[in-house]
């Protein structure tokens, strides 16, 4: 048993922000026991301790990770020895290096938002091969013939939420995203603009209807994690408007928007191009059934990677380095594109601005997720900046003096003076995410909770103190000390299995015989893989 | 199971603990081959990070000529998949299209997506070589140009593309308005798919063929399906950029990886005398490597290979799931798959588990 003792306890999700003791026993939070005299004990006066963080929406793994990793080997070349018991930790944007660097920031949980269904083996390999951490993923829905015929031929909801449980329960996936609703499908067919009532031209179908037939068979299926939205106009001025249209069109139901700062873009200003995101904080402040991440934008070199095909190939002209891959799936395909943020930048300075906006604008901590979408608004290493951003007004003050005066003259940032608190940001990271995702037992330190726990040194400078935690417990291990990892450890992969009638499975086998020539289960990903330690932990739907 | 030290018949341990006296006194050992499955690629990749070795897992036709245009240039692909159920036209370029099963699977099928049920797809194949007897079943045109001037050809293409006026006479066996044809059938494409292996096109003419694609796909939908052939060297890319950052052609001499596809490949790493050590990697077919090499050779390989000269080590191998759930792409579907647990049968040990071994010794040494 392991005794945590006198640090500050910030544990939303129990409502405690007090001095106090932990105790962790078999991989768990436990009671204090009778007697103390057996326990290893942490001394952790003047420290805070939270729960181990968790990212919801981060591109860790997969088709299009990989191939960014190929696409721009110029841009990762190592210059640090790895150490002999951690081999590859040094290789910069690999696997091991994922692991080792959310692990020393107090992160114990990632999800990969963006899977294929068709690449899910693929993506749980490369995630098998992230140390520490646990991982989750999304599957990829909305854009394959399959689904656009199930609803364009009216099959009813029953077989169209068999074949979302089965897809779901095949690609091992926590939850289901849709990227662009139809738009992938539609840029097959030559279309080069979709928007939310656009329509794809073979099935008639817009991606309104597209939208809402997944965001209610998720909710029927009882899946815990809201449908995950990426909308459509992803990166256009004026794209708010598609934005607040399509939180509308959820029509109560719960949904969650991924990385809204890529559409709090209005079209003022003689550049045309402007913040809208006090118009988006409002109708959050409003659609209390939906949340949201930011995807902040921090300057620098990084790379998009997109399963919003249509948008990514539309934006190819931006790419910096001037390379890029698209390519077209049997549903969203991918896109992958260099970018780099520049501080002179109007347009890029503006983007900083709008995300920082939007955290602080909307109110609730409990809606508001903590993302820089990575890697697309900027590397998930920036978040210890973005944390000193958020809490301290005068660190944004001194950003913003930097910036174009044209950029700034067109944000209200500058006049935002509220600071996250570590409370808040207890919330953002751990208590919220947690519940976001169903993972009942993660991101709190009540009794019975999964220890995962992160211990920081409270500093001024809160990008110090967040991007080297003093420990790191997972499942009650210690795996980082004083900002350093200790050898490997493997997290487990979250999944459901949603119940689905067997009559879908003989669909589907039909259906990829005649129209792929191939069986059905070719993508399914087996309950064992190669990698010796790794196992999947599956949850349970909603009854 | 089979391990042999020079002639000798050994048990496994024998040849795994001589392996490790050899790799571990030379300088720059370097791993080669064919690649593996995913649990041999993770192993050999341990065991250069081990050694701080070097590592070349594009021996396999082709295998390193994609990689060149992807690092600089970028690529728009499909799926087999896509490619059957959607390509109103589909060109096929070069002989290796022949023997591709994932090519008989596209053409196989109707493009239903893109063009309805009755639709019939508008295929042609472009320097087929002498190959066309074994798709002679599929009702396609053949444009029998000379693959060895693919260059000049593709460049034929691109100007068409671009709307350069071209000879009438032509080029490499085609007269202008063959170009012009060819172009045209693909510009009036729903959804055109240019499929090719990298055995036949070199890193440039993929580059050229990228280009012809992209300029086309302004207008419409035509993109491109580079069919692999290689499982293990395809693995082997896969594998080594998510674990390293960087495909197979890289060493570990400085303590991280360093990516290089010239400096590490390993026939000039063999000729130049920089490497002083070959751990030659083949579970697939039996073939050795394919230049003349004087190093210390360990092979783990199928049986029957045949070498220029007996191996100081030979452990015969195979991919099977035999010892445990593995995955391997596969050529016919062109995505990574689980190991059919039925297949291999010979009873050798795989890669994996052989460097897996090795690693226990290595790493033992090293604590």
């Known amino acids: 048993m392991i005794r945590l003792k006198g640090g500050r306890i910030i544990d939303p999700a129990n409502g405690r922000d007090e001095i106090g003791d932990l105790f962790v026993d078999g991989g768990l939070i436990v009671d204090a026991p009778a007697a103390l005299e057996a326990v290893e004990t942490y001394d952790l006066t003047d420290k805070i301790v939270m729960a181990g963080a968790i990212d919801i929406h981060s591109h860790i793994a997969g088709a299009n990770v990989n191939f960014s990793r190929m696409l721009l080997t110029e841009e990762h070349r190592g210059s640090e020895p790895h150490p002999g018991h951690l081999p590859f930790s040094t290789a910069l944007w690999s696997t091991y290096e994922t692991g080792r660097l959310y692990a020393e920031m107090g992160f114990t949980t990632v999800v990969e938002p963006a899977m294929s269904p068709q690449n899910a083996l693929h993506a749980h390999l490369e995630l098998a091969d992230i140390p520490f951490i646990d991982k989750a993923t999304l599957a990829v829905l909305g854009n394959e013939d399959f ?69 209610a068979s998720v909710q029927r299926l009882g899946i815990p994690h809201p449908l995950h939205v990426h909308c459509s106009n992803l990166g ?70 997109s399963s919003d095909v249509l948008r990514q190939h539309e934006s190819r002209a931006s790419a910096r380095p001037k390379k890029w891959i698209v390519w077209d799936g049997e549903g969203n395909g991918g896109g992958v594109l260099p970018y780099k943020y520049k501080p002179e930048s109007y347009y890029n300075a503006l983007q900083w601005a709008i995300g920082l906006e939007l955290f602080l604008l909307i109110d609730d901590p409990w809606r508001v997720f903590f993302t820089t979408d990575h890697p697309n608004g900027a590397p998930f290493t920036a978040y210890p900046q973005i944390l000193h951003l958020l809490m301290s007004a005068d660190e944004r003050a001194a950003w913003i003096a930097r910036l174009p005066k044209a950029a700034m003259t067109m944000s209200m940032l500058p ?62 291990e210690l795996i980082v000390e004083n900002g350093k990892v200790k050898p490997y450890r493997w997290g487990r992969t979250h999944f459901l299995r949603p119940g689905h009638d067997g009559q879908i499975e003989e669909w589907l086998a039909r259906y ?12 399914a990903v087996p309950d064992r893989l190669s990698a010796a330690a790794h196992h999947f932990e599956e949850h349970r739907c909603r009854t | 199971m089979a391990a042999f030290i020079g002639k000798t018949d050994v048990p496994l341990e024998s040849a795994v603990l001589r392996m490790k006296e050899l790799l571990g006194n030379a300088r720059m050992p370097l791993i080669a081959g064919h690649g593996a499955d995913v649990a041999g690629v993770r192993a050999a990749l341990r065991v250069a990070a081990q050694l701080g070795g070097t590592v070349d897992l594009c021996r396999s036709p082709g295998a390193a000529n994609l990689l060149r245009p992807l690092l600089d240039k970028g690529l728009m692909f499909t799926t087999p998949r896509e490619a059957r159920a959607r390509a109103d036209v589909l060109m096929l370029i070069g002989p290796a299209m022949a023997h591709a099963e994932a090519v008989a699977d596209i053409l196989e099928g109707q493009p239903e997506l893109s063009a309805g049920e009755s639709a019939r797809r508008d295929s042609l194949w472009l320097c087929p070589g002498g190959a066309t007897d074994a798709l002679s079943r599929f009702d396609m045109l053949v444009a029998d140009a000379d693959l060895s001037m693919i260059h000049g050809i593709l460049a034929m293409l691109n100007a068409v593309a671009r709307s350069h006026p071209v000879d009438e006479d032509g080029f490499g066996g085609l007269v202008g308005q063959d170009y012009e044809e060819i172009a045209g059938r693909l510009m009036t494409a729903r959804f055109g798919v240019i499929a090719f292996s990298p055995e036949d096109l070199d890193p440039l003419a993929i580059e050229a063929l990228s280009a012809f694609a992209e300029r086309l796909g302004e207008g419409t939908r035509v993109t491109l399906l580079p069919v692999i ?7 082997a890319a896969l594998v080594s950029s998510w674990t390293t950052g960087f495909p197979p052609r890289l060493g570990f001499a400085r303590g991280f990886a360093e990516f290089d596809l010239w400096r590490y490949d390993a026939e000039r790493l063999c000729r130049s005398g920089e490497a002083d050590c070959l751990l030659w990697l083949s579970p697939f077919e039996a073939k050795a490597p394919d230049w003349k090499t004087d190093l210390p050779l360990i092979a783990l390989a199928r049986p029957g290979t045949v070498f220029a000269r007996t191996p100081e080590i030979f452990i015969e191998t195979e991919i099977s799931a035999d010892g445990g759930p593995t995955e391997l792409f596969s050529a016919r579907h062109q995505v990574l798959q689980p190991v059919d647990a039925e297949a291999g049968g010979m009873g050798l040990s795989p890669p994996a588990a052989i460097l897996e071994r090795l690693l226990a010794h290595l790493e033992a040494v090293a604590a």
């Open chain 1, 512 to 523: 990829y015989d005649s129209t792929f020539g191939s069986p059905s289960d070719i993508f």
């Open chain 1, 236 to 305: 256009v001025a004026g794209n708010f408007v598609t934005a607040i249209e399509t939180m509308e069109a959820a029509s109560g139901l719960p949904m969650h928007m991924a990385h809204l700062q890529f559409y709090g873009y209005g079209t003022e200003g003689k550049r045309g191009f402007s913040s809208a995101s006090p118009f988006l904080a409002e109708a959050i402040t409003y659609h209390k059934n939906i949340t949201i991440d930011v995807g902040q934008v921090m300057f620098g070199q990084t790379v998009t990677v």
């Open chain 1, 147 to 215: 689904l656009l015929r199930l609803l364009r031929d009216g099959h009813g909801d029953n077989l169209l939420d068999d074949y979302v449980a089965w897809s779901v329960a095949h690609a091992k996936a926590l939850g289901v995203k849709v990227i662009n609703a139809g738009g992938a499908a539609a840029f097959k067919e030559n279309v080069r603009t979709f928007g939310l009532d656009d329509v794809v031209p073979s099935y008639g179908l817009s991606s309104r209807a597209i939208l809402q037939a997944l965001l």
């Open chain 2, 229 to 235: 052939n290689h499982p293990g060297a395809q693995t």
């Open chain 1, 415 to 476: 006049q935002l003076t509220r600071e996250y608190d570590l409370y808040e940001v207890a919330i953002m990271t751990r208590a919220a995410p947690a519940r976001l995702l169903g993972l009942l037992n993660h991101g709190h330190l009540g009794i019975g909770a999964v220890a995962d726990i992160a211990v920081y040194t409270e500093q001024d400078n809160k990008a110090a103190m967040f991007e080297a935690a003093d420990y790191v417990f997972k499942d009650g």
